[in-house]
């Protein structure tokens, strides 16, 4: 328990430490641009595509990282990865598979799309940090990011929404996302079936934390620097 | 053959038969032998073929005899080679006869013998054809051979093992015609090597005994040369490389192909699909390689990929490899590296390298994300520096070894995943070398040289540093007698040196006194002695004891300068002190006697102290007689913070003296005539004291310290004398302070004791006094030896001299300064 206290308390310091740092970017090198007679103060559009840029980096960062670990400890010589071709749950969500594709789909519908992916994983990652604990001999190392991972990606959802209905002209869509029923698996009695459940889910939130890092960038490069980046 | 030639045979006999029959019967025709062979040089055989029977049944019958032998012999033997056939066993085989054999056809009606043949066993012999011939291909060393083996023909004869044969095989492609022949020898197998692989060969064996035939070739055996391996190795993927995050490629390492190529096919299926592709591109990436183009290649789908070897013999599957083309990026590496010298502010070059993506990777867009990372290192050295740069595509380097060629290179990876790239082509620079350097040598030349400037200044105020001091600091020249005789002084008498003065006669004339300085000093050194003198007349006078004789117009002249000289032969003072410290103030022109009064403090009449707190603890009673008018000798001990006020004339505070003598080991009195916060003091003290006051102040901190303290010490000069109308004297402070004078009296023999004006603030005017100090006013009464001051200021004066000198050895780091002021015996 002390130890896991501990890596809560670390957990807690990362978590101010990136805070602070977005806060003091905020504070110091974004001065708010606020034009004359408007009423809003606000973050420049560019300013929230770096917060969400750096945000998706880095839960991508902790997401490979966790997955690894994960890897490395428990799923050698188990053949997951030829198990795991079967999809993940954000699968239904169709999203651009290469660089054309993303390139020709509207930035509006990719921010959705990347909402959407951001969306379905809030739930998948609650149970995850929770169940995670339940791993026989689990390291604090991957417990801690379970749960700063589903923190940071709140924060980026946020983040998301925000730029979304900064650059959204109409009525914002419905919110569109996958659920996610892989609880139980989380939760099996056998431990290879347990133990593939999670690295399947890791392996998936891999995936889709690049996935939208990669939007992201994508998006970033196109909406504010006019490709060119 | 045979049994068709007989049973042909036979059947002409029947025709002949059936003729004879018709036409008659008759005797049999004559048989014909036709052959004898032996197998194996031990037995032989021999076979006949009948004649015409005659229509009747006939009998065979085969005689032969031996060269040697007239006997003839029937057959032994008709059934064990056939029918029409005679077989000689071993005992009827005699290789070394020749047989002559006969065959014998016999009816009813005759009978007919046929030609004899005569048969040699040895040059008969023909050995069955090798039995049991088995083929199979066997692979070593990647080649592909024909393994042949076989067995000896078979013998009826039991004892036949033991022959020996030789063998010869004889291979030809099926469907060839000619026959490629082997010697194999003795040996009953063979490796046949040089086959063309995919091709059915047609081998067969014969054998051969000794001296005789060929056997017949032995039953053909058919076998197909295989196409390399079959079926083919496995095939292993090497890897999967996407350069540029759009599109991807992948390598395979087949099994060993020999001769016939295997055909690849690579196989893979994505991720949620069940169908399985085929690779769209096998040739864009070169041999062995699958090549993905964009419209083929998706992220964030796992690939599985395959691949088939497959050739005649059959397939092989490589193992499955699982793809997802987001982890699998390894760009290609910077291009347009650029690498430049610039010059900072101050002027250290620095290295400024820049370079570009590699032209594959479309970083524009966001797509693809690339960090780099650069190494470099002397060109001779060994270990590399690796810095991470980021994403930016410039670096600047600071800190290079200056005259050092560095290679640099770089490297490029995607943000997340993938790998880094190769590493760019080495670029070189040569740092300049820094002009920092010879800053450096022109540096350490100048340290080296200042350094030996300093070396040889130092040596130079060692060995002369008197001189040096002198020439520095120019001192102010004391009251120096030239020519004078130290041992004069010391032994000699008074007269003697009053001669070698040239000062001929006493009281000095003044040719005398034209050899005096012009000088009056008022010094601050060490005059304490002068005070105890007084009070421990036999300890001080022990040095010069005659000089206390001599009188007092001597010691006018030359008793400062002599004791001080004294005092550094004893002491062996510095001399640059001495020369400063002579402070003796004396008075020139003449006026020999005016010593005591000349020696006046300045117009402060008090004595100063420097301390306040213990400024009359000491010498209350002393200091602070009724009248108030003494000249007085100050004592002052910054340490103890006491002062010493003495009245020239109170020479009996010897006590107090001593006392302090005893606490402080050293006392060095010195005439103080200038202070700095003397009007300070001066308020603090009894300011009333008109009486010129000398004050004797003891300036030293330090007990052990020889040297005294060049502020503190004062003098002053002849400022100006007037002479107009009564010879006065101005003296004039020298110091820096200036605040006060000495008015001392030039002139004769008259002595300015009086203070007639002040003139300005610095400058007090001495008048010639017509009753002299010898009834000092401010004499002490209780002091016991003032009397003896008074009884005559030469005696006064010699006695203060004495002092000195006695006082200057007593204690090591006394100087021989006289205080002139110590010589005034009494003050108006």
């Known amino acids: 328990m002390s130890a896991k206290g501990a890596s809560q308390k670390g957990l807690l310091l990362v978590a101010l430490l990136v805070s602070n740092m977005l806060l003091t970017k905020e504070g110091v090198t974004s001065l708010p641009i606020c034009p004359n007679g408007s009423v809003n103060c606000q973050v420049s559009l560019e300013e929230l595509f770096d917060r969400a840029v750096k945000l998706s980096h880095y839960i991508h960062f902790l997401s490979s990282e966790m997955f690894n670990e994960f890897d490395e400890r428990y799923a050698q010589g188990r053949g997951f990865i030829a198990k795991a071709v079967n999809g993940c749950h954000t699968s239904s969500l169709t999203t651009p598979e290469d660089k054309e594709q993303a390139q020709q789909i509207h930035h509006e519908d990719l921010l959705n799309l990347v909402l959407g992916v951001l969306r379905s994983w809030n739930d998948p990652l609650i149970h995850l940090a929770s169940e995670v604990q339940r791993i026989k001999e689990a390291p604090e190392t991957i417990l801690w990011k379970a749960v700063e991972i589903e923190e940071q990606n709140k924060r980026l959802l946020e983040g998301m929404e925000k730029i979304v209905g900064r650059v959204h002209s109409g009525e914002t869509e419905n919110e569109i996302y996958s659920p996610w029923e892989g609880l139980p698996s989380l939760q099996l009695a056998d431990e290879d079936s347990r133990l593939f459940a999670f690295y399947n889910l890791l392996h998936c939130l891999r995936r889709d934390s690049h996935k939208i890092d990669n939007y992201l960038k994508l998006l970033k490069c196109r909406l504010i620097h006019d490709n060119n980046c | 053959m045979k049994q068709k030639f007989i049973s042909s045979v036979q059947i002409i006999l029947q025709l002949a038969l059936t003729t004879a029959g018709l036409t008659g019967q008759s005797y049999p025709g004559k048989p014909r032998i036709i052959r004898c062979r032996s197998l194996e040089k031990e037995t032989f055989s021999c076979w006949w073929k009948p004649g015409s029977d005659g229509g009747l049944p006939t009998n065979y019958t085969l005689f032969y005899s031996k060269d040697s032998e007239e006997k003839i012999y029937e057959c032994p033997d008709y059934q064990a080679s056939g029918p029409n056939s005679c077989y000689f066993d071993k005992n009827h085989t005699n290789p070394w006869t020749t047989y002559i054999i006969t065959v014998m056809a016999t009816n009813e009606i005759g009978s007919n013998s046929s030609d004899p043949q005569y048969v040699d066993v040895t040059s008969i012999v023909q050995p069955d054809a090798p039995v049991n011939l088995s083929l199979e291909t066997k692979t070593s060393a990647s080649i592909t051979y024909l393994w042949a083996k076989w067995s000896p023909p078979p013998l009826a004869a039991v004892s036949s093992n033991s022959h020996v044969y030789r063998y010869e095989l004889r291979v030809k492609p099926e469907e060839k015609e000619e026959w490629e022949t082997i010697s194999v020898g003795e040996q009953t197998h063979y490796k046949v090597t040089g086959l063309q692989a995919g091709v059915k060969y047609v081998v067969q064996v014969r054998c051969m005994l000794d001296l005789g035939e060929w056997s017949e070739w032995s039953s053909e055996r058919n076998i197909q040369i295989p196409n390399g391996e079959s079926p083919p190795e496995k095939p292993t993927i090497i890897k999967c490389r996407s350069p540029e995050k759009e599109t991807f490629t992948c390598w395979w390492k087949p099994g060993s192909d020999k001769g016939h190529p295997i055909n690849h096919t690579l196989l893979y299926s994505k991720e949620g699909e069940e169908k399985v592709y085929e690779c769209p591109d096998y040739k864009t990436a070169g041999p062995n390689s699958c090549y993905f183009d964009k419209k083929h290649t998706s992220f964030w789908t796992i690939y599985n990929i395959t691949v088939r070897a497959t050739n005649e013999m059959g397939s092989n599957v490589s193992d499955p490899h699982y793809v997802d083309v987001t982890y699998i990026v390894q760009p290609d590496p910077p291009v347009n590296i650029t690498l430049e010298l610039k010059k900072s502010v101050n002027r250290k070059p620095y290295l400024v390298l820049t370079w570009s993506p590699p032209p594959l990777a479309d970083v524009r867009s966001g797509w693809l994300t690339l960090e780099y990372e650069l190494r470099l290192k002397p060109e001779e050295g060994e270990e590399w520096e690796t810095i991470f740069v980021g994403q930016q595509t410039q670096c600047k380097m600071f800190s290079l070894n200056p005259g050092k060629r560095y290679i640099v290179q770089i490297h490029c990876k995607p ?384 006695s203060y001299c004495l002092t000195a000198p006695s006082d200057c050895k007593r204690e090591t780091s006394g100087s021989d300064y006289m205080d002139p002021s110590s010589f005034m015996p009494s003050f108006k």
């Open chain 2, 415 to 798: 943000d997340h995943h993938g790998s880094w790239s190769e590493w760019s082509p080495e670029m070189y620079i040569q740092i300049p070398t820094d002009f920092r350097v010879k800053d450096m040598v022109v540096w350490i030349i100048v340290g080296i040289l200042s350094s030996l400037i300093c070396l040889i200044m130092s040596w130079t105020m060692i060995l002369k540093g008197y001189r040096m001091m002198a020439f520095i600091l120019p001192p102010v020249p004391g009251p120096k007698i030239k020519g004078i005789d130290k041992h004069l002084l010391e032994t000699g008498k008074s007269e003697e040196l009053l001669s070698a003065l040239g000062c001929h006669g006493f009281p000095p004339t003044s040719d005398c006194e034209e050899l005096l300085i012009e000088y009056l000093e008022v010094e601050d050194s060490e005059d304490q002695q002068l005070m105890p003198s007084h009070d421990t007349p036999s300890k001080n006078t022990k040095m010069i004891p005659k000089e206390t004789d001599s009188d007092s117009g001597r010691g006018s002249c030359d008793s400062p300068s002599l004791l001080s000289e004294k005092c550094r032969e004893s002491h062996a003072l510095p001399s640059t002190l001495q020369t400063q410290d002579i402070r003796a103030v004396q008075e020139n022109k003449g006026a020999k006697r005016s010593w005591e009064t000349q020696c006046i403090a300045s117009e402060q009449k008090t004595l100063l102290f420097n301390n306040e707190s213990t400024k009359s603890s000491t010498w209350p009673a002393v200091q602070l007689p009724p009248n108030n008018q003494l000249p007085m000798f100050a004592y002052h001990s910054n340490v103890e913070a006491h002062k010493i006020i003495l009245n020239t004339t109170n020479v009996n505070i010897s006590p107090v003296l001593e006392g302090n003598e005893e606490k402080y080991q050293s006392r060095y009195p010195i005439t103080e005539t200038v202070h700095d916060n003397m009007e300070k003091q001066r308020e603090m003290e009894n300011s009333k004291m008109e009486q010129t006051t000398v004050q004797v102040k003891q300036n030293r901190q330090n007990d052990k310290s020889p040297f005294l303290n060049p502020k503190l010490m004062d003098y002053v000069e002849v400022h100006k004398v007037r002479q107009d109308e009564e010879p006065t004297v101005l003296l004039k402070h020298k110091d820096n302070n200036g605040k006060t004078e000495k008015y001392t009296v030039p002139g004769t023999s008259k002595e300015y004791t009086k203070v007639s004006t002040v003139v300005d603030h610095n400058i007090l005017v001495l008048m010639p006094d017509s009753h002299i100090q010898h009834t000092p006013v401010s004499q002490e009464p209780a002091m016991e030896t003032s009397q003896n001051l008074q009884q005559g200021q030469a005696e006064k004066n010699m």
